[in-house]
């Protein structure tokens, strides 16, 4: 095994290119360096590398042999003169019994090329888990025994009481909990509604010239306040177009038009940033007058 461990290693160095050859500054340890087939074992990798080479570990090629690795806790660099020494520290599994052999292999990726590098070689004396002597035949299972300390026939009743007590308390809680809400607002004066401010066209006027929106805004809640009196419908929850349609289908076609343009208008100003004329404003705030005094 050992004569085809260094066969395999020699074949595996000759197609290499030259920064992935193998070099004497490259070490490997394994601690401890016997364990028993499968055990992980800590193994401690240290290579040299350019300072513009990556350097990756490739399990599995022929070197590692019957060696699996297990799993990599550690990788960093540290500049070494010219060249960078790149230090891993993996665990790797044996699984073969007696003497083996094997060299870890890394890929040093440099300029989109990678070429292979086996480490040096390394001794593991791996014990099988059976004794020499052991037999190889499977024993009989040992036949059940009982285990004292066995539940007391009254505990699943007594779980059974306490269940009850308990929502007992909760539903006894609740009941007394809502008869003193219930008590606390009887005890509460009503609350008197607000008056109500009736909504005008003059606050719009008021607010024509300094904050066209709020006028703006105004004029379209008195409108469509106008509206839904006149016509019984629900104009504050209709966009304007759909308040025009809805016009159009049962009244005045022109008076829609009217209503329709004044509404758009009034959208364009609150939503859009549009900001009209101050002639504009007093024609839109004296056409909304009109659509108001109509009804009135």
Known sequence: MRWRMVLLVLVAGLGVLPFGATRAEDSVRISPSSGLIGQPLSMELRVLAPPDATVELTPGTASWGDVELVGIDVVTKSRMGDEVEWFFAARVAPFTPGTVSFAPSVAIVRDGESAQRVLPVVN?????TLAVDADLVLSALPAPASIGGAESPL????LGF??????????LALWFAGRTAVRKLRRQRPLEAPALVPVTLDGAAALIDTDPVGAYRLMSNVVKGELARRYGIRATALTSTE???????GSDRWEARLVGGLLEECDSVIYAGYRPAAERRQAD????????EVGS
């Open 243 to 249: 308040l025009r349609r809805r016009l159009e289908a």
């Open 162 to 171: 306490a269940i009850v007590g308990g929502a007992a308390l909760v539903v």
């Open 155 to 158: 505990l699943k009743p007594a």
């Open 124 to 128: 593991l004396e791996i014990r099988p």
């Open 285 to 292: 705030l004296t056409m909304a007058r009109e659509i108001v």
